[in-house]
């Protein structure tokens, strides 16, 4: 029976366990930063691997009774070399935010300059915000996109490098719908005497399928989460140069962390060699695909696009065009459980906690084996609800319409 030890130790905690499962189940998660792992991946993390204390690394530990769990890591880690093609890997982070601080940490003086994307731009907290510990403990000097195109000029990156002298540039994004030209961001750091780091946490699955350009080639340092386009546990992975791997390693332990999660580490493994497979290329293709059909259904309704479409995952909506807010829109949607994000978009003139923009996603469509032909049905779903946002009756139409898509569509769990 699903979770029976559970349901009879504490069946309020199993209820809500129960209709958590039930959401994703009949819901549309279109969040972009979401998707469904694996039965196998949820099982590894629901293992007596999660009892077991291993400060230190493989070979390395402060405690005793390790012999498994250093087997286990070292599979992770040489899984992720071999999947990234980088000479060194990281497998303890517990997330995409504390991978950065300790690549920070590790390589990174309090006060020293380093170079991010602005997060109203499509950059990520921990990518100088200065709400955020990145913007408080470094000096961060910001980049953006182009008001015109809503894409990132590299020319004028180049010249802000070039000015501010950081120590560190992060590429990457968390709300940028385009390409990002790794090569040239790491060229630009080694001509300036920048570390170059790449933030992969949105599409690291892309990069890996070669359907976004590749960073390991060029950049010193990546940093990425597990979940996201991965379709692992959620937390997080750094790679790195040989040159700087003693400082990582440290950075990451003792330096910002104790123990790591093992249970999770086995559910990284797992993750791994899921990507290894033919399956997960063509997976991430059609990720792309969904996104691209989804975009033309928003843009034949009239409804704007920063920087007019997608290339990845994701796309930015902007609200505004419909005469209604990011926040209200996504509230709207999720009545009738098709679940998106409000988000801030380039030049934002309102709060961030009410914006202008929706954040929406397809991997998590696509892990249930959605492709053009259902984006097209969804997104008409969509535009219906945020052109009228206050119809309960539509709203109510819809989630049957959704939760019976939903069924010719299960999840594996």
């Known amino acids: 029976m699903y979770l029976e030890d559970v349901k009879k130790e504490d069946p309020e905690v199993f209820s809500l366990i129960e209709k958590e499962t039930n959401r994703q189940k009949n819901g549309l998660v279109m969040i972009a930063s979401e998707n469904h ?10 293992t007596p691997l999660s009892n077991k204390y291993s400060e230190g690394y493989p070979g390395k530990r402060y405690y005793t009774g390790n012999q498994f769990v250093d087997q286990i890591e070292t599979l992770a880690i040489e899984r992720a070399k071999k999947l990234f093609n980088m000479p060194h ?42 709400v955020n510990f990145s913007g408080t403990l470094y000096d961060f000097a910001a980049y953006g996109v182009e008001k015109e195109t809503e894409t990132i000029d ?12 950081p120590k560190l540039i992060v590429s990457g994004a968390t709300a940028y719908p385009r390409e990002i030209d790794f090569k040239e961001f790491a060229e630009i750091a080694k001509d300036v ?11 690291v699955g ?6 976004h ?15 996201k386009t991965l379709r692992g546990p959620r937390s997080a992975l750094i790679l790195c140069k040989e040159e700087i791997a003693k400082a990582i390693d440290k950075g990451v332990f003792p330096g910002q962390q104790g123990g790591p999660m093992e249970h999770v580490i086995a559910a990284k493994a797992i993750c791994f060699k899921e990507a290894m497979k033919p399956e997960f290329k063509e997976y991430q293709k059609q990720i792309v695909k969904n996104a691209k059909a989804l ?3 928003f843009l034949e309704a009239g409804i704007r696009l920063v920087s007019g479409g997608t290339d990845n995952h994701l796309i930015l909506m902007d609200a505004t065009s419909l005469g209604i807010t990011g926040r209200i829109g996504s509230d709207a949607m999720a009545e009738a459980e098709i679940y998106t994000n409000r988000n801030t978009i380039p030049f934002e003139t309102r709060s961030p906690f009410d914006p202008s923009g929706i954040r929406i996603g397809t991997p998590a469509l696509t892990t249930r084996g959605m492709k053009e032909e259902q984006m097209k049905q969804v997104g008409d779903w969509m535009v219906k609800i945020l052109k009228d946002p206050e119809n309960k009756q539509l709203k109510e139409k819809t989630k049957e319409q959704v939760k019976e898509l939903c069924s010719k569509f299960p999840l594996n769990y």
Not at 37 to 45: D, I, T
Not at 113 to 120: A, D, E, I, P, R
Not at 206 to 211: D, E, F, P, R
């Open 154 to 165: 590299m020319d004028k990156v180049r010249k802000i490098a070039e000015k501010e002298k």
């Open 193 to 203: 005497g920048a570390y170059s780091m790449a933030d992969v946490a949105h599409i």
């Open 206 to 211: 892309l990069i890996l399928a070669g359907v």
């Open 295 to 297: 975009a033309e259904t």
């Open 89 to 130: 890997a990281n497998v303890q982070p517990h997330s995409g935010s504390q991978a950065n601080a300790e690549v920070y940490f590790a390589l990174l003086k309090p006060g020293d300059k380093v170079l991010g994307l602005n997060l109203s731009h499509g950059g990520h907290l921990t990518h100088g915000n200065p």
């Open 37 to 46: 792992a694996s039965k196998a991946v949820l099982e590894a993390m629901a």
């Open 213 to 227: 350009p590749n960073c390991s080639p060029y950049t010193d340092v990546i940093t990425t989460t597990t979940h």
